[in-house]
């Protein structure tokens, strides 16, 4: 298993390029497939092992991928003929649940193998369920697969999610596309990514509005086609590496960006005393002082992302005075304590609520990635650490970063995989 090895202690400067947003390249290419004719090409897509098992799903369904470019696909659905996803690689994502979505548009039926993904808690799929049958679908989950299928076609519908979800919404969405009739989605999610995808969709031909709102109206077509896209800069990325550059008092500028979309980051680093200077597609990051100790709170979008409370609160430990983080989005998120704590940490926990009082410096210790964003908060904490730090389990990252290794040498980390 290839581990990082970090030696601690360089000031982060110069400039890094985001990649393709993860979350809405993993709605996107399951779209693709509702294309009933013609080809969709889809750019800047992120190159994650996240991405790779997306492909592979979608070629064991039938479809026929190429690439000429980095981050350049041609998705032909045309093959695509079976509504059942039963490989492996179903089983190792959360993401792949937007098949449900994606096969019951085209076919009128889907059977897809319970998904995976991080454990960072309870994430159960009743929203997406209550979606389908409120649009006339029948759903049974038999042996661990999930298989949802409608006698007379979807229908338009009237649903209201109990609670906002982004997986969802995108998936209501996808079935809703070719509905008949009028769907409305109320207390829907508005991240960016599910913005991309509706994008996306409309691009193919579908009549989806209010994306970015909490009210979504999609009005079923009957046909869609293949399209030219390319996929919004990745906003959890962009974060990570802005809090990278606070953490180790560095002057980075993030680019390729779209500052709105990193708001609630820029006011937290700001409220902490770092400066945060906005371009017209980038953001630089620079921290002269240590930074203060600050609250936070998950939201849902606009609020604070729960995806970078982790690397936040690597941050919150190395910094001035009390912390308190409060994780109202996944009950299970804060595995990635224990390991800062192997390294010195101040942090206790109760329940959703971390109290961390800051002390100023990490020492580095072998610590594990204990899922995707956990493993960001560790490689933050192994280049502000005194000496040497080995992340383990690091596959957990690469579901998710693009070459991070390469991104932080060019920012001056002496970090290496081994």
Do not use: W
């Amino acid at each position: 298993m290839d581990k990082l090895l970090i030696e601690g202690g360089r000031r982060l400067a110069g400039k890094v390029y985001i990649s393709g947003a993860k979350n809405a390249a993993l709605g996107i290419l399951p779209a693709a497939i509702l294309a009933d004719e013609g080809i969709c090409e889809i750019d800047n897509l992120p190159e994650i092992e996240d991405i790779r098992c997306y492909e592979s799903i979608l070629t064991s369904l039938g479809a026929k991928i190429s690439k000429d470019r980095k981050g350049h696909i041609k998705i032909d659905p045309s093959g695509v003929k079976s509504h059942i996803a039963g490989s492996e690689e179903v089983r190792k994502m959360r993401a792949s649940y937007y098949l449900l979505g994606a096969l019951l548009a085209k076919f009128g039926k889907a059977e897809v193998v319970f998904p995976g993904g991080c454990h960072i808690g309870v994430r159960p799929i009743d929203q997406h369920i209550k979606g389908f049958e409120a649009m006339g679908a029948k759903v049974t989950i038999e042996h661990g697969i999930i298989k949802v299928y409608t006698e007379n076609g979807l229908k338009g519908a009237n649903i209201y999610l109990d609670v906002v979800s982004v997986g969802a919404t995108i998936n209501i969405m996808l079935a809703a596309t070719k509905a008949d009739g009028v769907t409305i989605i109320e207390n829907a999610a508005k991240e960016p990514h599910v913005v991309d995808v509706a994008n996306f969709l409309n691009s193919m031909g579908a009549n989806i509005k209010g994306t970015g709102t909490d009210v979504i109206k999609i009005t079923g077509v009957k046909h869609l086609k293949g399209c030219s896209y390319s996929v919004i800069p990745d906003q959890i990325e962009a974060g990570t590496y802005m809090i990278a550059a606070a953490a180790t008092g560095g002057d980075v500028t993030v680019c390729n960006v779209i500052p709105k979309h990193l708001e609630s980051i820029t006011a937290k680093l700001i409220e902490m005393g770092v400066n945060v200077e906005e371009g017209e597609d980038s953001v630089r990051v620079i921290c002269t002082e240590r930074p203060r100790g600050v609250n936070v709170k998950t939201l849902p979008y606009p609020g604070f992302p729960t995806d970078l409370q982790q690397p936040m609160t690597t941050l919150l430990s190395i910094s001035k005075g009390r912390s308190i983080m409060n994780e109202s989005i996944y009950e299970a998120r804060y595995k990635h304590v224990d390991e800062l704590k192997r390294m010195g940490a101040n942090i206790k926990v109760e329940g959703r609520i971390a109290v961390i009082e800051g002390i100023e410096k990490l020492s580095g210790a072998e610590v594990m990635a204990t899922d995707l964003r956990a493993g960001a908060a560790m490689v933050i904490a192994g280049l502000v650490a005194d000496g040497y730090t080995t992340v383990t389990n690091i596959s957990h990252i690469d579901r998710g970063y693009e070459k991070i290794e390469e991104k932080l040498r060019s920012l001056g980390a002496n970090i290496k995989r081994i």
